[in-house]
């Protein structure tokens, strides 16, 4: 049994016991990675040497403080698009390839804060651009329940390494299911938190009014730990919410008497397989046995937002990206001339292909004659999303549904075929574009691969969804299965 089949208060208690050492977990993760991540390709950059330094001092620390942060001397990844300093940062790009960050994210100094341990970077789709990590410039990230198989994506690094058990839990960023989406393939615990929750200073934008920071754990009882670590206002980040933080844990009641469930027919219909509605449905039926109810909702503008969203993140990407020109930081091209050639030549040969596919939709949809008709009408159209789920809140207290249509797809599968590859966030899109926060937790496999079930609550009340999603989990076992690898 691994140390990191422990839940974060366990190890708590085993540390405070003297029972266990911080350098015992990191000597753990590490053995880890040398087993399996010649398999899983999880990790782009090891931060070895300093995690053992790190380690060896909050062992001192824990012979003469009592008083440790939350998440004291546990084990961590970080997503590579958000910034680390002396630890390089790549967004899985050539453009960034040599890029080592002077300053840290505020996430990483939360973290820091409260005394993890950062083991090392995860791959991820380029500039956080797809669903499935075939996208990073560097390697393809494998599915540990099928290494055939895809981990999903942009976060399919974080999601993978969490479930083949190389660190304790992991950071990602989730800009149209990002987060969830991955963790639902690989079968762990996924958060897209409410937009300003936390704070994005240090994240590399992909979109900006869509991107948001979460955690991926094995458990809904972590998830909620590394969530208190990471919230909070932040004056460096113009839309991070001056919202109170609560005491996620102490949500986790196991009581959902009462509870007022909808399930939107929009996400159990066309395209979604006949196992992934099965297991939503089966998911419902505990619910209901611990005294929730449920109903059959619309919201019928869902349809639309597969649309609104790509030109929306593509448009804000376009401007983003815009800043990787190779005069101050990143890839330079060594065959420019002139000016003009540098600019050409280092943004082609520095961004790959989905990227740039992104860019110019996005160049498109903002360009004179073609703005009012793209890119505004794709902003009414997420007004509406947003309008959606408010009417849907004002009489229920949770939406329900699948995560992603199907289990995970097999490498190379849909790399040829961006529009199926789009759709595999179909589920996941609307609650980015309405801002509300999203999590994933296992609910079923399907020929051995996991499948996800998707919680969706109001602005600001991830407490309501980790409730639901801890019920259910101590209802079921699905969270105990591991992948053989």
Known sequence: MSLFDYKVSDLHELLHKKELKVTDLVDESYKRIAQVEGKVQAFLTLDEEKARQTASSLDDKLTTESKNGLLFGM??????????????????????????????????????????????????????????????????????????????????????????????????????????????????????????????????????????????????????????????????????????????????????????????????????????????????????????????????????????YYLLSSSEASANLARFDGVRYGYRSPNADNLLDLYKKSRAEGFGDEVKRRIMLGTFALSSGYYDA????????????????????????????????????????????????YINDILTIPVNLAGVPGISVPCGFDNGLPLGLQIIGKHFDEATIYKVAHAFEQATDYHKQKPGI
């Open 374 to 421: 793209y890119y505004k009408k794709a902003q009414q159209v997420r007004t509406l999303i947003k309008k959606d789920f408010e009417d849907v809140f004002e009489k229920y207290d949770v939406i329900i549904g699948p995560t992603t249509p199907t289990p995970a797809f097999k490498i190379g599968e849909n790399i040829e075929d961006p529009l199926t590859m």
């Open 75 to 308: 084990p961590i990844g970080i997503k590579d698009n958000i910034v680390t300093k002396g630890l390089r940062t790549t967004c899985a790009s050539k453009i960034l390839e040599n890029f080592n960050p002077i300053y840290n994210a505020t996430v990483v100094q939360k973290l820091q804060q409260h005394e993890t341990v950062t083991i090392g970077k995860l791959n991820m789709d380029e500039f956080a651009m797809g669903s499935s990590n075939e996208n990073s410039h560097y390697q393809k990230t494998r599915n540990p329940w099928d290494l055939d198989r895809v981990p999903g994506g942009s976060s399919g690094g974080s999601a993978a390494s969490v479930a083949a058990g190389e660190v304790l839990f992991s950071l990602g960023s989730d800009t149209g299911g990002s987060i969830r989406q991955p963790a639902a393939f690989c079968g762990v615990v996924g958060l897209k938190p409410t937009y300003g929750r936390v704070s994005r200073f240090g994240l590399v934008a992909f979109a900006s009014s869509l991107d948001q920071i979460g955690p991926i754990t094995r458990t809904v009882e972590d998830n909620a730990y590394l969530l208190q670590a990471i919230s909070g206002l932040d004056q460096m980040d113009s839309t991070s919410a001056n919202v109170e933080v609560p005491n996620f844990v102490s949500a986790l009641t196991g009581d959902v008497k009462g509870l007022k469930i909808a399930v939107p027919k929009e996400y159990l219909g066309e395209g979604v397989t006949d196992a992934v509605r099965q297991s939503v449905l089966d998911a419902l039926k505990v619910l209901e046995k611990q005294g929730a109810v449920w109903e059959e909702v619309s919201l019928p503008h869902s349809k639309y937002a597969l649309a609104a």
